[in-house]
T-cell receptor, first 108, second 116 residues
Framework: GQSLEQPSEVTAVEGAIVQINCTYQ??????LSWYQQHDGGAPTFLSY????GLEETGRFSSFLSRSDSYGYLLLQELQMKDSASYFC?????????FGQGTELSVKP | ETGVTQTPRHLVMGMTNKKSLKCEQH?????MYWYKQSAKKPLELMFV???????ENNSVPSRFSPECPNSSHLFLHLHTLQPEDSALYLC???????????????FGAGSRLTVL
């Protein structure tokens, strides 16, 4: 089978750095994506790693290590508006398989 | 209208009703998806359409019936649902292309379904 594991909840303070991990058990995928979903809203694309290493997009960075079956999303300079759910997803060619999501709460 | 639009946003139905969810994308994409989102569970892929042909049916019960009349519209017809089918149903679209980069999905805001 295929599964992705993420922590269910993470809490951090404004201005801090937080890392959301994603471990997976699947084979043969094109890359690892991250999506953000605010309460009541649509999931929106954040970042994608096709190759091992770090991809940086502003305050957000994403990392992939295929040998470790592991990736993470790093959020820097946290803001209150970053409070949301974050999903990792493997790209299986024409379809995305999602993890159960991590609810991030940013406190003042 | 821009992006991916889903209607209705909220739907309450009895187990014997027949209803439909509608999705429309204005992005020129050629692939469309239905996902089910339940509390504390991963987004579950239900159906994938590429170039208006169904390419994936992820073991979804026959009480859910998709329809893709053209590349801009996707429907999910609902019939004889169960209370456990209550969830947020998300539609998404993407540009299905040669694997040169991320398969980026653009999601609609979802249709919140409650089955009584």
């Amino acid at each position: 089978g295929q599964s992705l594991e993420q922590p269910s909840e993470v809490t951090a303070v404004e201005g801090a750095i937080v890392q959301i991990n994603c471990t997976y058990q699947t084979s043969g995928f094109y890359g690892l994506s991250w999506y953000q979903q605010h309460d009541g809203g649509a999931p929106t694309f954040l970042s994608y790693n096709a190759l091992d290493g770090l991809e940086e997009t502003g305050r957000f960075s994403s990392f992939l290590s295929r040998s470790d079956s592991y990736g993470y999303l790093l959020l820097q300079e946290l803001q209150m508006k970053d409070s949301a759910s974050y999903f990792c997803a493997v790209d299986k060619g024409g379809k995305l398989i999602f993890g159960q999501g991590t609810e991030l709460s940013v406190k003042p | 209208e821009t992006g991916v639009t889903q209607t209705p946003r909220h739907l309450v139905m009895g187990m014997t009703n027949k209803k439909s969810l509608k999705c429309e994308q204005h992005l020129g994409h050629n692939a469309m998806y239905w996902y089910k989102q339940s509390a504390k569970k991963p987004l579950e892929l239900m159906f994938v359409y590429s170039l208006e042909e169904r390419v994936e049916n992820n073991s979804v019960p026959s009480r859910f019936s998709p329809e893709c009349p053209n590349s801009s519209h996707l429907f999910l017809h609902l019939h004889t649902l169960q209370p456990e089918d209550s969830a947020l149903y998300l539609c998404a679209s993407s540009q299905d292309r040669v694997r040169t980069g991320a398969n980026v999905l653009t999601f609609g805001a979802g249709s919140r379904l409650t089955v009584l």
